[in-house]
Nanobody, 115 residues
Framework: QVQLAESGGGLVQAGGSLRLSCAASGGIFSTNLMGWYRQAPGKQRELVARISSGGSTAYLDSVKGRFTITRDNAKNAVSLQMNSLKAEDTAVYYC?????????WGQGTQVTVSS
């Protein structure tokens, strides 16, 4: 059973930066996807960024150029560097780990951007 431990998040002013981190443990296969989703109040959960074990990345259009996802395969860890944050980035951010078509989720961390 894969478990995810998230860290980071918090309150920041518009234009500021935050970094989210997530480490996976337990039953990890070499081929997997790690990423971050977010869910704002009253909205559906959406994919923010993801990165494969081979390093391929994908981003939500609205965060391209502002957010950067990286991973450390040796530590089964993923990070999301968020720069130039906007009020509309406010949401609960969830770490996601996917392997063998099974999704695992972190507990979520709040990111609040004040305008």
């Amino acid at each position: 059973q894969v478990q995810l431990a998230e860290s980071g998040g918090g309150l920041v002013q518009a234009g500021g930066s935050l970094r989210l981190s997530c480490a996976a443990s337990g039953g990890i296969f070499s081929t997997n996807l790690m990423g971050w989703y977010r869910q704002a109040p009253g909205k559906q959960r959406e994919l923010v960024a993801r990165i494969s074990s081979g390093g391929s990345t994908a981003y939500l259009d609205s965060v391209k150029g502002r957010f950067t996802i990286t991973r450390d395969n040796a530590k089964n860890a993923v990070s999301l560097q968020m720069n130039s944050l906007k009020a509309e980035d406010t949401a609960v951010y969830y770490c996601n780990f996917k392997q063998v078509n099974i999704d695992y989720w972190g507990q979520g961390t709040q990111v609040t951007v004040s305008s």
